[in-house]
């Protein structure tokens, strides 16, 4: 071999061999799925979305749940310090009482921190069950410490707020503690009778000859 052959093969071409595909799979086509095969794909991706949604569902409850608990937590707590407040406010109310509408300065600031105190615990929430006197006695909301005769007040209604019942966040906080009238006083006649009536018969007459 001379120089000029072995030139003309290193110059030469290699082309790369190419395999005819043996199928259309692979050309590149594709596989036609079997009804059963197609049926049961269906059946699992479905079974897999409502894992999906179910535990989205219970994630989403877990969160309302947490939040609820929290906000119990919280108002929990509220109340507690805010119950332990509520002598205060019963120092403050007494303390009142008696303070004439003319003021002096320290009754002024008295009134003063009263007012702001007050102020901010209503708006945390605490409300003062007030306009009792006169009204049905509510034992849900109220505490009868007695029952007393009244001239003017019917029975069952309530006569005087000993101490005042408060609501924290629309629940009852502390019941108000208050006397309950039990009516007129009945009088005793001397043949044992109560009320107006006299011996004989309904109207009050005598016994007829």
């Excluded at 479905?46 to 535990?55: G, I, L």
């Excluded at 007012?115 to 509510?138: A, Q, V």
């Amino acid at each position: 071999m001379n120089r000029k052959e072995a030139k003309h093969n290193d110059t030469q071409e290699v082309k790369p061999q190419h395999q005819v595909p043996k199928s259309e799979q692979e050309l590149g086509g594709e596989k036609k799925l079997m009804p059963e095969e197609y049926e049961k794909m269906a059946a699992q991706v479905q079974e897999f979305k409502d894992r999906w949604m179910r535990a989205a569902a219970e994630l989403e409850n877990a969160k309302k749940r947490w939040q609820k608990e929290k906000e119990e937590i919280l108002l929990f707590g509220n109340s507690q310090l805010i119950s332990a407040l509520l002598p205060v406010l019963d120092h403050f109310d007494k303390a009142l009482e008696g303070v004439p509408e003319e003021k002096n300065e320290f009754q002024q600031g008295i009134e003063l921190i009263y007012r702001e105190l007050k102020n901010i615990l209503n708006k945390f929430g605490l409300e003062k069950i007030t306009d009792l006197e006169g009204k049905d006695f509510d034992p849900f909301e109220q505490e009868a410490i007695s029952y007393e005769e009244h001239e003017e007040i019917p029975e069952g209604k309530v006569i005087e707020v000993v101490r005042a019942g408060y609501r924290f966040q629309n629940r009852l906080l502390r019941p108000a503690l208050v006397k309950v009238s039990k009516g007129k006083k009945k009088e005793i006649t001397e043949n044992g009778n109560s009320g107006n009536q006299q011996g004989g018969d309904k109207n009050g007459q005598g016994d007829r000859n």
